[in-house]
């Protein structure tokens, strides 16, 4: 008899006041992070109201069986259920004195306001009167039912929310009401009445056949049906379209799924002596040792997290009236999570009467600069090692502090002020929406996104628009808690914009000033402050905390960091980050602008003469372009790849002068020249190549037009000569591209070989210049043996062998079926950003046998993985010597490489 699998773990204390929690915080991918932090703080005595948590095994196996329940799994969530209700001594949905529940997600990997929350669950016609009867408090009653009714039915039903608030607002100015709080117990029973109107006229009896009485829809009364459903949609919740964008960005397996947990409710909005909130025990923003974070006085959780009431500091609670013994016992729960977790929290709490709560814990998100400080500080008081330091700040959070800052020197007038919720500056034409700012991503335009406050379904928007600002919302508002997880510059609660959202406009209080759309603003989200027009940006220092963890990175990485750069300014900044070399040097990046000219003199010109001086001025421009690389790179390797691309990417687009020449034609110009044109263009097109990443490109150039070769290595070789006589240490080494063959590389080893001797003896300097090839091919990698015969090194090209192992071309399918492959799950990730397994295993099969062939072999990679954290681990297990990467990715690289050592 198979084993009955376990679905349903309960959290808390019983009715003994015993501890009966079944979980723990190591059951994450079982419980979710909430479930399994609840379990966890249940277990160290903290004061949690009881629950049970529905694993997320079972979100996974309802939504592989289209939305169908596996077999027993009701009947278990039931038992447990009732085992609540007898823990806690009532009933949900009980006339007499009623249970009430919240049904929350809870994901293995934390996925801040991704899915669903259902609050207040229980309450209805009946129970509303045990309610009001257990609580003295019928106002407090009838808004904790308005509030279950309106977010049920947007959660659970899908309906506009939209329809509830308009009906809020028109209660509101029927009675002359301000805020929500000034409408009466009466007002709140008559727009329960309402909702349930909206309720029925808004909702399919097809689609809830469950919802159907007497023929009509209706608000569901039956606490069995109002769980079910509950439950339902969040799990739906885990393939809504903004969870499923937030694990595509931060590379989240869509097979985790959610867990459930549903917990007995307590409330923050009964009266001045309850309060809700959300706080960090240290500052997320920029590290600070202090206890961080928002607080409302009587309100639930989602008014603060959602922005719509202005919040105050939780510094401030303990010297509220009525609820200093909770905030004092809040900053000792602090101290306490912090100790036990070693690591800065995320908490949420609620204060019910006095009584303190915990809802929820989790490793709080935090910017680039505030994980570099904490782990720092961490280490330095003895909670976490230097090896944990190392590993608790993400590399890709690195970014962020390579992100522009407004230049000290620039002036500008403040136009607005805010709260500093996600540090970065940002310059951009105003948008007001989402679906706007990913429309003007996708035409090229840089944004800044203005909204009265985000919600989940602005992702999108958030994450193409440079940086946002909001007019509401308080430090631990969505927008700021998603921004600063993506590293994007957020100012939030400018409470003197005046958004008009659907006008396109913004008037800021206090100034003569409208925004409209497209109109240039800058933020600063370090600061807090907007600007109208475009502020100069300047990239920071690799200083302070930074350089700290950098220096303890580097001394437990295997792994070589190189950078990517083709002249001395980027080679300068490239060893300023750490870069140890210079992994690929591009040369063709060097026969643009003026010198296009010069290359396609030599492509096209049948006249010898012309064709020779055209190769002298190369070969003096390259001298100098090598003697400037190889100085700012003093001794330390400096890769430089012979010209790779086809020739016809040096031309004229053929399509642009065919109608060059049509309009030449018809307005009876020279025909002289006209003919000129004509010879110009069937030169151009005999260079045209059906598919040219696959034709005269790489050593194959170098091979039909041998003379190219020798002219680079010659500008090479007498650039390091003449360094060398000049007191300095140039290390260039030579790397042969896209070979397929040994024999190949053999030809134009002993091209090169030929061409350093010439000069180091025509300049009378000892020259030992290393000669390698780039693995760019399948056939390459599967020969690596036969061709690492002819080599000193490999790099592997990591962006063509990915094309051409898959078939793809980049260009190409980037933009046209990659997301699409990745919305039907076709592929996990774009291969062209992380390494895909099957293209790592012809890189593992490329170093064994390069290995075989040459047990000195040098190898490394070179392609846009070098710089991705996830394809770092992959290379330090395969067992590269480096990676190489752009020069802004460097640090990101130093510290992924300590990471996969660490690991």
């Not at 349903?8 to 929690?21: A, H, P």
């Not at 360094?723 to 040994?742: A, C, H, N, Q, Y």
């Amino acid at each position: 008899m198979a084993e009955q699998v376990k679905r349903v773990y309960r959290f808390g204390k019983d009715s003994q006041g015993d501890n009966v929690t079944e979980g723990a915080a190591s059951m994450k991918g079982v419980l979710g992070g909430k479930g399994a932090n609840l379990a966890e703080m249940a277990n160290i005595g903290l004061p949690v109201p009881p629950g049970f948590t529905i694993t997320c095994q079972t979100c996974m196996e309802y939504a592989n069986a289209d939305n169908a329940w596996p077999e027993g799994a009701l009947d278990e969530i039931r038992a447990y259920r009732i085992d609540l209700e007898e823990r806690m001594g009532k009933k949900i949905g009980d006339a007499a004195d009623p249970l009430l529940v919240s049904v929350r997600s809870g994901a293995p990997m934390s996925m801040p306001g991704m899915m669903d929350t259902v609050l207040n669950l229980g309450l209805n016609d009946r129970s509303i009167q045990g309610l009001i009867a257990q609580t003295d408090n019928p106002r407090f009653a009838w808004d904790s039912y308005r509030r279950f009714i309106q977010m049920f039915s947007n959660v659970v039903i899908g309906l506009d929310g939209d329809l509830f608030e308009n009906a809020i607002i028109a209660m509101k100015q029927r009675r002359g009401a301000v805020s929500d709080t000034d409408l009466t117990a009466e007002d709140l029973s008559e727009l329960v009445s309402e909702f349930k109107a909206i309720f029925a006229q808004n909702t399919s009896a097809a689609d809830y056949p469950s919802l159907v009485a007497d023929g009509e829809v209706r608000f569901p009364q039956d606490p069995t049906v109002q769980l079910q459903l509950a439950i339902e949609a969040v799990f739906g919740s885990w393939n809504n379209p903004r969870a499923t964008l937030y694990r595509q960005k931060n590379k989240i397996a869509d097979d985790l799924g959610t867990a459930v947990n549903v917990q007995c409710m307590v409330f923050g909005n009964k009266g001045n002596t309850s309060a809700t909130g959300v706080a960090f025990t240290r500052n997320p923003a920029d590290g600070t040792k202090e206890f961080y974070g928002d607080y409302l006085v009587n309100a639930q959780g989602e008014d603060v997290v959602a922005g719509i009431r202005n919040t105050s500091p939780i510094s401030e609670l303990k010297h509220v009236e009525g609820l200093q013994k909770a905030g004092q016992e809040l900053e000792d729960v602090f101290v306490l999570l912090e100790n036990h977790f070693r690591d800065m929290m995320d908490i949420e709490f609620t204060i019910e009467q006095g009584k303190l709560w915990m809802l929820q814990t989790r490793a709080g998100k935090r910017t680039a600069a505030s994980a570099l400080k904490v782990a720092i500080d961490m280490q330095r008081e003895g909670l976490i090692t230097k090896e944990e330091a190392v590993c608790r700040v993400e590399p890709s959070q690195l970014d962020q502090l390579l992100h522009p800052q407004f230049d000290k020197n620039a002036r500008y007038d403040v136009l607005a002020r805010g709260l500093n919720a996600s540090p970065g500056a940002a310059v951009g034409k105003v948008v007001f929406s989402a679906a706007d700012a990913v429309e003007a991503a996708e035409r090229g335009e840089k944004t800044v996104l203005v909204r009265w406050e985000t919600t989940p379904d602005d992702l999108a928007g958030m994450i193409a628009a440079e940086g946002i600002l909001t007019s509401h919302g308080g430090k631990t508002s969505h927008a700021a808690v998603i921004a600063r997880g993506m590293g994007a510059p957020c100012v939030c609660g400018a409470e003197a914009l005046r958004i008009d959202a659907e006008k396109k406009q913004a008037v800021v209080a206090g100034t003569d000033v409208v925004l409209r759309e497209g109109d240039v603003i800058s933020l600063d989200g370090t600061t807090g402050i907007v600007v109208l027009g475009a502020v100069d940006l300047v990239q920071p220092e690799l200083t302070g905390d930074l350089d700290t963890i950098l220096e303890w990175a580097d001394e437990f990485r295997t792994l070589g960091v190189r950078a990517n750069a083709d002249n001395p300014e980027d080679a300068r900044l490239s060893r300023e980050f750490g870069a140890e070399g210079i992994g690929l040097d591009r040369t063709e990046h060097m026969f643009l602008g003026e010198r296009k000219q010069i290359i396609q003199s030599f492509i096209l010109d049948e006249d010898e003469e012309i064709r020779e001086k055209a190769i002298a001025d190369l070969y003096a421009a390259q001298t100098g372009d090598f003697y400037g690389m190889f100085k700012a790179m003093d001794g330390l390797p400096v890769i430089v790849r012979l010209l790779d691309p086809p020739l016809h990417e040096f031309l004229e687009s053929p399509r642009a002068l065919d109608v060059e020449i049509a309009r030449l034609e018809a307005s009876g110009a020279d025909a002289r020249v006209i003919a000129e044109k004509r010879g110009l263009l069937a030169k151009i097109d005999s260079f045209v190549e059906a598919n040219p990443m696959l034709g005269l490109r790489g050593c194959r150039l170098g091979i039909v037009y041998p003379i190219l070769p020798v002219m680079q290595v010659r500008a090479i070789a007498t650039a390091a000569a003449r360094l060398k006589k000049e007191g300095f240490d140039p290390r260039p080494e030579i790397m042969i591209p896209l070979v397929s063959t040994v024999n190949e590389l053999a030809k134009l080893r002993e091209v090169a070989q030929k061409t350093i001797a010439e000069v180091s003896e025509a300049e009378g300097v000892e020259l030992d210049l290393e000669i390698g090839t780039m693995i760019e091919l399948p056939r390459a990698a599967v020969t690596a043996d036969e061709i690492a015969t002819q080599a000193d090194f490999f790099s592997f090209g990591t962006n063509d062998l990915t094309q051409t192992t898959f078939g793809f071309s980049r260009d190409d399918v980037e933009g046209e079926f990659i997301p699409q492959y990745l919305t039907e799950k076709l592929l996990p990730y774009n291969p062209f950003a992380t390494i895909d397994p099957g293209v790592a295993k012809l890189v593992k099969m490329g170093v064994d046998l390069g290995r075989q062939g040459n047990p000195d072999l040098k190898v490394g990679v070179c392609g846009e993985h070098g710089g991705d954290p996830d394809s770092i681990h992959t290379f330090h297990k395969i067992g590269l010597d480096y990676v190489s990467c752009s020069p802004y990715r460097v640090p990101v690289a130093r510290l992924a490489a300590a990471q996969a050592a660490l690991k």
